[in-house]
T-cell receptor, first 111, second 113 residues
Framework: RKEVEQDPGPFNVPEGATVAFNCTYS??????FFWYRQDCRKEPKLLMSVYSSGNEDGRFTAQLNRASQYISLLIRDSKLSDSATYLC????????????FGTGTSLTVIP | ETGVTQSPTHLIKTRGQQVTLRCSSQ?????VSWYQQALGQGPQFIFQYYREEENGRGNFPPRFSGLQFPNYSSELNVNALELDDSALYLC????????????FGSGTRLTVV
């Protein structure tokens, strides 16, 4: 089983829509989780950290369900500029010296 | 504007050749990690260096090797290149070992023909 699994999509949604991505992780000892955003042919950039049950930043909400070992990312009122690939990231527990990335979920927001 | 600089930005090599990729860490960051991202995949951990010592390695063969220098800049060397080595190679620096605050460079896109 992979350390981190994501639905690759693609998700094509109209502007203003709400979209949610899910990610599952295999190591129950994991404590920290991240969502990164990656634009086409660019480097990943940190979008949100998830350390407890969830985190909200404007139109973005990340939630963590430890019992089911999944993390979700909700984007409300989608903008054209939200079009990107969203990567779920789980560091190795304890040492944190290795990030496990999901394959990424592709989002295209349509005018 | 990223504080991590990678060079070159693009590179084309022939199968069997060797390649060296370079990374300058963000100022004050003593830990650097290298990742390989194949097309359509998430980045895969190659290894991490902390204060010039390897500090963890992913599932990559020994022909992938690295160095970190006293100024915390780093190199990734790949010998005997294979077609499957074609990928985006990302360097990420962090303030210290175990710090989750990665800053990624913009990557080196390697094509092996």
């Amino acid at each position: 089983r992979k350390e981190v699994e994501q639905d690759p999509g693609p998700f094509n949604v109209p502007e203003g829509a709400t979209v949610a991505f899910n990610c599952t992780y295999s190591n129950s000892a994991s404590q920290s989780f991240f969502w990164y955003r990656q634009d086409c042919r660019k480097e990943p950039k940190l979008l949100m950290s998830v350390y407890s049950s969830g985190n909200e930043d404007g139109r973005f909400t990340a939630q963590l369900n430890r019992a089911s070992q999944y993390i979700s990312l909700l984007i409300r009122d989608s903008k054209l500029s939200d079009s990107a690939t969203y990567l779920c990231v789980v560091p190795t527990p304890n040492t944190g010296n290795q990030f496990y990335f999901g394959t990424g979920t592709s989002l295209t927001v349509i005018p | 504007e990223t504080g991590v600089t990678q060079s070159p930005t693009h590179l084309i090599k022939t199968r069997g050749q060797q390649v060296t990729l370079r990374c300058s860490s963000q100022s004050g960051h003593n830990t650097v990690s290298w990742y390989q991202q194949a097309l359509g995949q998430g980045p895969q951990f190659i290894f991490q260096y902390y204060r010039e010592e390897e500090n963890g390695r992913g599932n990559f063969p020994p022909r992938f090797s690295g160095l970190q220098f006293p100024n915390y800049s780093s190199e990734l060397n790949v010998n005997a290149l294979e077609l499957d080595d074609s990928a985006l190679y990302l360097c990420a620096s962090s303030l210290r070992q175990g710090d989750y605050g990665y800053t990624f460079g913009s990557g080196t896109r390697l094509t092996v023909v």
